[in-house]
């Protein structure tokens, strides 16, 4: 079993836990210490509701990538690369409903885009029934 070293970020001193380098830290180092504490942490955490901004950027890149990818499997999968938090499964949800179909369509109509690739059903924001074949257009 490997055990992992902890150095310290300002005189590289090592540790064997992350708490010891965080003691450390806080005495020997604590203007640095002080700093470190206080540093906004960027998450990719999955959250429950989606921002205006993750829809636009999302809208933006279902535009980039228009044409493609040809199934909607294949797309929510490319789109889960760039959207950190959200897996394949919930972008797929996500554009199914009536207010990202409404903010793609705006996007794509200020870029002079087309809506290609969203079904009927879609456009209502339903699922589409069983037995529903949904084709993509070039």
């Given at each position: 079993?490997?055990?992992?070293?902890?150095?310290?970020?300002?005189?590289?001193?090592?540790?064997?836990?992350?708490?010891?380098?965080?003691?450390?830290?806080?005495?020997?180092?604590?203007?640095?210490?002080?700093?470190?504490?206080?540093?906004?942490?960027?998450?990719?955490?999955?959250?429950?509701?989606?921002?205006?901004?993750?829809l636009i950027t999302m809208a933006r890149h279902e535009?980039?990538?228009?044409?493609?990818?040809?199934?909607?499997?294949?797309?929510?999968?490319?789109?889960?690369?760039?959207?950190?938090?959200?897996?394949?499964?919930?972008?797929?949800?996500?554009?199914?409903?009536?207010?990202?179909?409404?903010?793609?369509?705006?996007?794509?109509?200020?870029?002079?885009?087309?809506?290609?690739?969203?079904?009927?059903?879609?456009?209502?924001?339903?699922?589409?029934?069983a037995g529903t074949v949904v084709t993509m257009d070039?």
């Amino acid at each position: 079993m490997a055990s992992e070293v902890f150095n310290c970020t300002v005189c590289a001193r090592g540790f064997g836990t992350q708490m010891g380098r965080t003691q450390h830290m806080r005495q020997a180092h604590y203007d640095e210490y002080v700093k470190y504490m206080t540093e906004p942490t960027v998450t990719t955490t999955r959250h429950k509701y989606w921002s205006d901004e993750e829809l636009i950027t999302m809208a933006r890149h279902e535009l980039d990538m228009e044409g493609h990818y040809m199934t909607e499997k294949d797309l929510a999968q490319a789109l889960s690369r760039v959207m950190p938090g959200r897996n394949p499964e919930m972008i797929r949800r996500q554009r199914r409903r009536g207010v990202y179909i409404a903010k793609r369509q705006e996007i794509a109509e200020q870029q002079g885009g087309s809506m290609q690739g969203i079904s009927t059903n879609e456009q209502r924001g339903q699922e589409p029934s069983a037995g529903t074949v949904v084709t993509m257009d070039d």
